[in-house]
């Protein structure tokens, strides 16, 4: 009999991440610590256990930002990421955030909404992930500038 298990691709986690939309800006979260300490990242997290992404977006972003978004969230990418010593694909989505004042959560020091152009070329151009010596760490940001991309070309279709 075969095992079934030995078949089966490599496992991956989840998480979800969210860019959180108001007056055409995007919610950046500055991280204190773990992964990415004092860069500045949308928000998102772990998927729970029996939690579907999309709920997992939601609940992030009110505890890392107290806000809820005040309309539908919209799928915009996956992509593999390495984080935490886990291979992990995150989704993310983009919503609405009309109503309510941010509000950090301890695993963040500071807030600021930005255009997400100057967003991707402030931190995202081909020079600042040249200047990244780790090789993990350029993929990553790489893969998160294509994400951003993805973003910022719905956002255009949409206007």
């Known amino acids: 009999m075969t095992d079934v298990g030995s078949l089966l691709p490599k496992a991956y986690y989840l998480s979800a991440a969210t860019y959180v939309e108001r007056d055409g800006m995007i919610l950046l979260l500055k991280r204190a610590g773990g992964e990415g300490t004092g860069m500045w990242w949308i928000p998102g997290g772990a998927v729970e256990r029996d939690e579907r992404p999309e709920d997992a977006a ?33 989704v993310t989505y983009a919503c609405a955030c009309d109503d309510g004042d941010v509000t950090v959560s301890n695993e963040h020091t500071a807030a600021r909404w930005i255009d997400p152009v100057d967003y991707r070329s402030r931190y995202f151009s081909d ?11 350029r993929q990553l940001v790489t893969e998160i500038r294509d994400d951003l991309d993805r973003y910022i070309e719905w956002k255009s279709l949409l206007n």
């Open 58 to 90: 939601r609940r992030e972003l009110l505890e890392e930002a107290g806000i809820a978004p005040t309309g539908p969230l919209r799928a915009i990418g996956v992509f593999p990421q390495h984080v935490y010593g886990a291979e992990t694909y995150c």
């Open 127 to 137: 020079d600042v992930i040249g200047s990244l010596g780790d090789p993990a760490l």
